[in-house]
Nanobody, 116 residues
Framework: QVQLVESGGGLVQPGGSLRLSCAASGITFSAYTMGWYRQAPGKRRELVAQVTTVGSTNYADSVKGRFTISRDKAKYTVYLQMNSLRSEGTAVYYC??????????WGQGTQVTVSS
């Protein structure tokens, strides 16, 4: 059974940094594209960043140059380093594992609040 456990969320001031982690289990990690999505109150869930099985990355335009996604194959973990955070970054951040056949699995989410 796929299990994704996020950690690292919290309260941060505008301009600050956070690093989110997502530990995966129950999957063949190398067969999955890993990603981070976020959902702000009253808004649809949106893609933040993805890293493919071969290490290619994709970012939402709003986070390019500020966020970095990476994966550790030995630890079955994906990270999202978030720098220069803005208030519009306040959301629940979800880890996603997408199998190459198109099946999605989700974590429970971790709250990120950007506020002074």
């Amino acid at each position: 059974q796929v299990q994704l456990v996020e950690s690292g969320g919290g309260l941060v001031q505008p301009g600050g940094s956070l690093r989110l982690s997502c530990a995966a289990s129950g999957i063949t990690f190398s067969a999955y594209t890993m990603g981070w999505y976020r959902q702000a109150p009253g808004k649809r869930r949106e893609l933040v960043a993805q890293v493919t099985t071969v290490g290619s990355t994709n970012y939402a335009d709003s986070v390019k140059g500020r966020f970095t996604i990476s994966r550790d194959k030995a630890k079955y973990t994906v990270y999202l380093q978030m720098n220069s955070l803005r208030s519009e970054g306040t959301a629940v951040y979800y880890c996603n594992a997408r199998h190459y056949l198109g099946v999605d699995s989700w974590g429970q989410g971790t709250q990120v609040t950007v506020s002074s």
